[in-house]
């Protein structure tokens, strides 16, 4: 399985602006789907944003026009750029890479995201 290594997480204001990073091991995460999950305490585990091998991408309602998932294939690496942040963004943010979206494959270890003044 691909490793997958996250970071960019920590404290912003409301309306701020965090971009995180999933640095992934080996050459095959070129051809998995990559996505962010988070999960905020007592609440369940939700799809974010999810882009696929060919670049085709997927958002939560909750998150459309303010998140941006990519993706740098020559880097192994995936990115969530988040703006306008909301108090209900703050959660642990997970990336995944597998064949299917959120479907075997490789989980990071999750970084904390904090929306508060």
């Known amino acids: 399985q691909v490793q997958l290594v996250e970071s960019g997480g920590g404290l912003v204001q409301p309306g701020g602006s965090v971009r995180l990073s999933c640095a992934a091991s080996?050459?095959?995460?070129?051809?998995?789907?990559m996505a962010w999950y988070r999960q905020a305490p007592g609440q369940q585990r939700e799809l974010v944003a999810a882009?696929?091998?060919?670049?085709?991408?997927n958002y939560a309602d909750s998150v459309k026009g303010r998140f941006t998932i990519s993706r740098d294939n020559a880097k192994n690496t995936g990115y969530l750029q988040m703006n306008s942040l909301k108090p209900e963004d703050t959660a642990v943010y997970y990336c995944?890479?597998?064949?299917?979206?959120?479907?075997?494959?490789?989980w990071g270890q999750g970084t904390q995201v904090t929306v508060s003044s």
């Open positions: 080996g050459s095959i995460f070129r051809l998995y789907a």
């Open positions: 995944h890479a597998g064949l299917r979206t959120g479907v075997g494959g490789s």
């Open positions: 882009i696929g091998s060919g670049g085709n991408t």
